[in-house]
């Protein structure tokens, strides 16, 4: 008999032996399929592995029989039952053996998918609601294990579903194309392995009694179609969530309402006005989804006001922006339940994230606002106040913030209020609170004087809200003061007129932030999370600021600070989530102290340089521990190293000018040269393990370069001397030729640069100064990446005499040379933006080589190389005297002056010496 239209597919009710007897006892199947069936049958389903499975062939041969059978489906009840069934098996084994399957069988697959869904989208061929319920549940299935595979069949695919959702009705199929897109790029979050594999959860819920369904042949009609639109509209979420987003991109017009592109009747935007709360709660998903990180498309949009008889897609996605918002405008102002109006603002953030609305309807940002705030003054509930402030937060992190300066005013009106505890007769709900907080954050960034001119009540709020007992909410009162701090600083240094005023109250803001009281509630809440929201607020202070804060209060910050990145923690295995909080105390703490190590008032404060590296030391000991071992139950240990290797590499740059102003001023307070060799160990240490973070290596190699130059010999012994440079040295070697990333690479370049420029480096110094040029010759020559190149010639532009190179003078000069020609012929994709910064570094180190020439022969020398390449040269070096700015012109100049010296034999000689003086003159 066949089963009853209440069927509910169960997701994921696995290969029993039941399901598999029961497919067996259908007659007129192959005798192999049988033979399959009974051999996987004796087995019990917890002994049945994929294996076992996957070796029987019990897929492809039910893509076998289903194809049949659904080239000419039969209508009758008892035959479609059974197609059920065997549905219902494959399904099982899909999601048992799926994507680990040949990839004809995937093939094979995706075939009948399509084949069936033809069918289920067929009026006159339907099949019965449980069978298109279980071809829409494979295909369920199929997207989330192999969204790859979807790509090819992807049109067919969604122009059935938009039948079988409901979206298109009046014919029996439709054919999508994809749109025409530019290169965009798109950045979808990796799924978690833990999400569910279906959002169907719906599909055995009923608008509809069981009693009116037994008596209405109507009502279960229409039933078994809300339970088959349902399935489609989950089929299509899954498929927005788990293909690639240009693809599904390309397919806009589908979510989004558009009457230009569209072949279809509606589009998922209508089904927001859908009588049943299901459907439109699948459709807001869906949207959500749809436009969840597609910045880049969206700003595609333009509005044009003249209408023409042709509409371009700028054109059509800015209409089609616009009615999606008037969907969403007319959908708020309905009474509805606070479920969907937080459904309909969750979109309406995603919006406000992605959205360029100055390119959009003039106005249409500004009804957003109102709207938005209206509906909060009219929908007290804390639940939708919380979700209308987290829009006007995603419309502060999106692209259309500077859009906002005509709103801010109002904005500010609204926000503020919601920061503030509420009386003692309402109920209250910190979470309005905290939202609101952030929004007034993003109003900082907006109008900084806003704030300025409104400075007691901002006082007033900063007062309340850190002595509140929600911890919280002194939380995000940290944050908030992050951000106004930022602001505020910006604003003082930026200002063009004198900033006597601001800078005063500037001033008197951090001295009144910094009193005792605030460090004693530190004390008091042990919370690590407001630790590192504190430390984050003192890094915006900024070195003019800091310079004028009373010196106690100075005193008071490095205090603290210093303290916070002495304390190191011991790993326990109480708590990970604990552990992860104090680490990033400890790595906020770091990077404020990285910052105010490059404050001007500290470039000759040898004492504090001895505090800040006896501080850091310790967060990246020499010899790491192993990460089977101790680390691997200390999740924050890697972001403790990158801050501290920051931090690190921060005071090498400041060891390094210090000492070149000493020994200008003649000033003696030198740094602990047993520092010194702590520091450059260290970097050596973590630039050679293959396991060190990248961007604790790019930091590392920083490290090692600045103190390269900073040791000199005389201040350790020769062999220890030698052997520090060595090491050194090829760490960066080693780093230029294989660094993860590009980042590691140009800085290992830029590393070399500190140690090329040292005085005591010649060629005699040790083989390895000959292998560190060797190897910034063959990398500003061969590798593809512009930027290591323009850093690999930066460095050789940086020796200080002609004896650095020695006998690597002219090979270094030709090697330039070719540099420059294979600079211009290279065409490598992305790299065109540093295509004319190589040529013009190439240009300037050719030139400071070139100021190193000492005889008239070496200069006929020279001129017959750059006469092989007479055209490359000419051009090259014309083209780069009007882009090199006049900072930067100095090595051009002292060429010219040098070369001017020789007189010309020869029409090559004259070539080259009328190029420069070409190029100076300019």
Not at 519 to 539: G, P, Q, V, Y
Not at 720 to 737: F, H, K, P, V
Request: one cysteine or more; hydrophobic letters at 40%; a neutral charge.
């Amino acid at each position: 008999m066949p089963r009853s239209r209440n069927f509910d597919p169960v997701v994921g009710q696995g290969l029993t032996s039941d399901l598999m007897r029961s497919t067996a006892q259908i007659p007129g199947l192959p005798q192999t399929f049988l033979a399959t069936l009974e051999n996987l049958g004796c087995k019990s389903s917890g002994q049945l592995k994929p294996i076992d499975v996957a070796n029987s062939d019990l897929v492809p041969q039910l893509i076998d029989i289903l194809r049949v059978e659904y080239e000419n489906p039969s209508v009758d009840h008892l035959i479609a039952s059974q197609r059920a069934s065997k549905l219902r098996l494959l399904n099982a084994s899909c999601s048992m053996l799926l994507p680990d399957i040949k990839s004809k069988q995937i093939s094979s697959l995706l075939d009948l998918l399509c084949r069936m869904l033809y069918v289920s989208s067929c009026s006159d061929k339907q099949p019965r609601t449980e069978e298109q319920l279980n071809i829409l549940q494979l295909l369920i299935i199929f997207v989330n294990r192999c969204s790859t595979s979807v790509k090819e069949r992807l049109g067919d695919i969604l122009g059935f579903l938009c039948v079988l959702s409901g979206l298109h009705r009046g014919a029996e199929q439709v054919s999508l194309i994809p749109t025409s897109l530019p290169h965009l790029h798109f950045t979808t979050p990796v799924q978690e392995g833990s999400r569910r594999e279906s959002s169907c959860t719906d599909t055995s819920g009923s608008e509809f009694s069981d009693q009116d369904m037994a008596g209405d042949p109507v009502s279960r009609r229409r039933r078994d179609e809300g339970l088959v639109e349902r399935e489609a509209l989950n089929a299509l979420a899954t498929i927005v969530r788990k293909c690639h987003k240009k693809d599904v991109v390309s397919f806009w017009y589908i979510f989004l309402p558009d009457k230009s592109f569209c072949p279809l009747k509606s589009g998922v935007a209508e089904l927001l006005s859908h009588s049943s709360k299901k459907i439109r709660m699948l459709a807001v998903n869906i949207l959500v989804e749809f436009l969840n990180h597609c910045q880049q498309f969206l700003a595609l949009a333009q509005h044009q006001e003249k209408g023409s008889s042709y509409t371009s897609l700028s054109t059509a996605l800015a209409l089609s922006i616009l009615d999606l918002h008037k969907i969403l405008l007319k959908r708020v102002c309905e009474p509805l339940g606070n479920t969907e109006y937080v459904a309909l603002l969750k979109l309406f953030a995603i919006l406000g994230e992605n959205s360029k609305y100055s390119r959009l309807t003039p106005g249409l940002l500004d009804r957003l606002v109102n709207s938005l705030m209206l509906l909060a003054e009219r929908e007290r509930n804390p639940v939708i106040q919380v979700a209308v402030l987290s829009v006007f937060v995603s419309l502060g992190h999106g692209p259309s913030i500077s859009d906002l300066d005509d709103l801010v005013t109002d904005l500010y009106s609204f926000v503020l209020p919601r920061c503030l505890p509420v009386p003692q007769n309402q109920v209250a709900d910190n979470n309005v609170r905290y939202m609101a907080l952030q929004a007034l954050s993003v109003l900082t960034q907006i109008d900084i004087q806003l704030f300025v001119r409104n400075a007691p009540h901002i006082k007033n709020l900063i007062d309340t809200s850190l002595l509140d007992n929600d911890v919280s909410v002194v939380l995000h009162t940290f944050r908030f003061i992050k951000s106004f701090a930022k602001y505020l600083t910006e604003a003082v240094t930026q200002s063009a007129e004198p900033p006597t005023r601001l800078l005063n109250l500037t001033i008197a803001f951090w001295t009144d932030f910094l009193k005792p009281g605030n460090f004693e509630l530190l004390e008091k809440l042990t919370n690590a999370n407001i630790r590192s929201a504190f430390s984050d607020c003192l890094a915006e202070i900024g070195p003019t600021v800091f310079s004028q804060l009373p010196e106690h209060k100075r005193i008071v910050c490095i205090t603290y600070v210093l303290g916070q990145c002495k304390n190191l923690i011991e790993i326990t295995e109480s708590n990970a989530d604990l552990l992860l909080q104090d680490r990033a105390a400890l790595s906020s703490s770091l990077r404020t102290l990285g910052i105010f190590i490059t404050f001007p008032c500290y470039l000759t404060d040898t004492a504090f340089h001895i505090d800040v590296a006896e501080a850091v030391l310790p967060h990246l000991p020499i010899k790491p521990k192993d990460k089977k071992g101790k680390n691997k139950n200390d999740p924050g240990n890697k972001t403790v190293r990158v801050s501290a290797s920051w931090t690190l590499a921060n005071l090498t740059d400041i060891l390094v000018q210090a000492k070149q102003k000493m020994e200008m001023t003649g000033e003696l307070d030198e740094f602990p040269v047993s520092l010194a060799r702590s520091i450059l160990l260290c970097g050596i240490s973590c630039a050679s393990d293959p396991n060190t973070a990248v961007n604790t290596k790019s930091n590392a190699v920083r490290c090692i370069g600045n103190m390269l130059n900073f040791i000199l010999p005389g201040s350790i012994s020769e062999s220890e001397y030698q052997a520090l440079m060595d090491s050194g040295t090829r760490a960066i070697i080693s780093n230029i030729r294989g660094g993860k990333i590009m980042k590691i690479r140009w800085n290992a370049c830029y590393a070399s640069a500190n140690l090329l420029k040292k005085r005591e480096v010649t060629e005699q110094s040790g083989a390895w100064v000959r292998d560190l040029v060797t190897c910034l010759l063959d990398t500003v020559r061969n590798f593809q990446n512009f930027k290591v190149r323009i850093n690999a010639a930066v460095s050789l532009g940086c020796v200080w005499s002609r004896s650095v190179l020695g006998s690597l003078y002219f090979p270094a000069l030709e090697n330039l040379l070719a540099s420059l020609e294979s600079s211009q012929n290279l065409e490598v994709f992305g790299e065109w933006q540093h295509q004319a910064n190589l040529v013009d570094q190439l240009c300037l180190t050719i030139c400071h080589l070139l100021s190193f020439l000492e005889t008239h022969q070496e200069f006929s020398k020279i001129a017959r190389i750059v006469g092989e390449n007479r055209d490359i040269v000419e051009t090259s070096f014309s083209s780069s005297a009007d882009r090199i700015s006049p900072e930067k012109f100095g090595p051009v100049l002292q060429a010219n002056t040098r070369l001017a010296e020789f007189e010309p034999r020869n029409e090559e000689e004259e070539l080259l010496k009328s190029l420069l003086r070409t190029c100076a003159e300019k």
